[in-house]
């Protein structure tokens, strides 16, 4: 199972900035969920992503350590770079010896009518993986930050005064926000897309960010 995500909207989307993006399969109360350690599939994006830069699924438990990946790699939000259309390129892997960052380019892409998505593969779907019976569905977040590194400095620590340009919520000082595109119109999530059931195939997100809280 995959998952193609695609970003548009406002200045912030561009080149030189980066997006952070969380996902984790979860119980209806919005608890980690892993699929049982039987299915060969990835119950978080930092399940996902290892620092050698090679997507790889890794069956287990939810929370198994992504080596080195930055940022927030356990809790499965790696760090995405636009390029100059607003599109995601690669991801953060480490920083090199000199403390520039590096980025793997190791994530396929797929160009569709809303533009070019990255494609992450090896996702759990929803339908019932576990032991106990439950479905399960993914919640994913997206904090969009000046800069290419999401915060992070060369030394795996979050720089001082580095703030995301969409957040907290829907309020925030830059009136910068984004919504999943099946949420225009009510606008109930900002910056995530909540409860989505994923299915077995190919899956689809976009995300439109603008500076009012009304795209």
């Known amino acids: 199972m995959q998952a193609s995500i695609s970003f548009q909207g406002s200045s912030p989307i561009s080149q030189g900035n980066s997006v952070e993006i969380c996902g984790m399969r979860q119980d209806t109360t919005g608890n980690p969920l892993p699929a049982a350690p039987s299915y060969r599939c990835s119950s978080s994006l930092g399940q996902l992503i290892r620092d050698n830069g090679t997507p790889t699924s890794i069956p287990g438990a939810l929370g198994t350590p992504a080596m080195d990946f930055v940022p927030g790699a356990a809790a499965g939000c790696p760090c995405f ?12 892997t480490n920083f090199d010896p000199t403390g520039n960052p ?12 809303e533009g070019t998505q990255v494609v992450i593969p090896g996702l759990c779907p929803s339908i019932d993986l576990t032991t106990d019976g439950q479905q399960s569905n993914w919640t994913f977040t997206y904090t969009v930050w000046e800069g290419n590194t999401c915060g992070i400095g060369a030394d795996d620590m979050p720089i001082a005064g580095a703030m995301p340009l969409n957040g907290p919520g829907a309020s925030n000082a830059n009136d910068f926000i984004c919504f999943d595109q099946t949420d225009l119109g009510a606008q109930a999530f900002p910056n995530e897309t909540a409860n989505e059931p994923l299915q077995p195939g190919p899956n689809s997100n976009h995300i439109v960010c603008e500076t009012t809280a009304t795209p």
Do not use: H, I, K
């Open 81 to 92: 770079e636009f390029d100059d259309s607003g599109r995601l390129m690669g991801f953060l």
């Open 102 to 113: 590096v980025f793997s380019q190791a994530l396929n892409q797929a160009t569709t009518s």
